[in-house]
């Protein structure tokens, strides 16, 4: 099991440019959660999905940031028009269950810096 | 502590001393998890206690959780410079069924 798998693990953009980030979920894990990470604001949840399906995208900045989840192997977060404080690592985990009770399991994280 | 608008906390100690790092919730939680994040990786699950529980154990790591002071702990014993790392304390959100992740506790065990 090769875990939570996140590519690429940088990216570096210009200023006004999209950026995709890659996702794939451990196999047989239902849900699958996208979490934005800085110093100064910590672990930000971003949105997530169950069974494929959007259920909470309350963290998502609404105008530039989308994420699907076409089928159950891969999710992406795609970010239009790049600015510099979008600079951040963004993880990705998946859950075999969701709520409280249910462990997450992360991917190392992409790196993106927005020069 | 960690929580809510508090900063990002840091420790700095000894290798061999013992540890104890807080978090405090601001609503009702059946649960607790607590993550470990070291340098490069994404956060790994450590241990989790249910509100029935008082103290878990795991190994060198005590986790504790005090539902009427809507608190928790996580005690490390013994610390090697291989704990260094963000300690995070994640919470159930009941109303979305995901959890909600504390600013985290950044450790630097010295060698």
């Known amino acids: 099991n090769a875990g939570v798998i996140q590519t690429p693990r940088h990216k570096v953009t210009g200023k006004g440019q999209e950026a995709t980030l890659w996702c794939e979920p451990i196999?047989?894990?239902?849900?699958v959660f996208w979490y934005r990470q800085t110093i100064v604001q910590g672990l930000e949840f971003l949105t997530y999905f169950r069974n494929q399906a959007p259920i909470d995208d309350s963290g998502m900045p609404k105008e530039r940031f989308s994420a699907q989840m076409p089928n159950q192997s891969h999710s992406t977060l795609k970010i239009q028009s790049t600015q510099p404080q979008d600079s951040a690592v963004y993880l990705c985990?998946?859950?075999?269950?969701?709520?409280?009770?249910?462990?997450?399991?992360f991917g190392p994280g992409t790196r993106l810096t927005v020069l | 502590s960690q929580w809510g608008e508090e900063n990002l906390q840091a420790l700095s100690i000894q290798e061999g001393e013992d540890v104890t790092m807080n978090c405090s919730y601001k609503?009702?939680?059946?649960?607790v998890q607590w993550y470990r994040q070291k340098s490069g990786k994404g956060p790994a699950q450590l241990i989790l206690i249910r509100s029935n529980e008082r103290e878990k154990r795991s190994g060198r790591l005590r986790a504790t959780l005090d539902t009427s002071s809507q608190s928790s702990s996580l005690s490390i014993t013994g610390t090697l410079a291989t704990d260094t790392a963000v300690y995070f304390c994640?919470?159930?959100?009941?109303?979305?069924?995901?959890?909600?992740f504390g600013k985290g506790t950044h450790l630097h065990v010295l060698p």
């Open positions: 196999s047989g894990h239902s849900a």
């Open positions: 609503t009702y939680t059946t649960v």
């Open positions: 994640a919470t159930d959100d009941t109303n979305a069924y995901k959890v909600i």
């Open positions: 985990a998946s859950s075999p269950d969701w709520g409280g009770y249910a462990e997450q399991f």
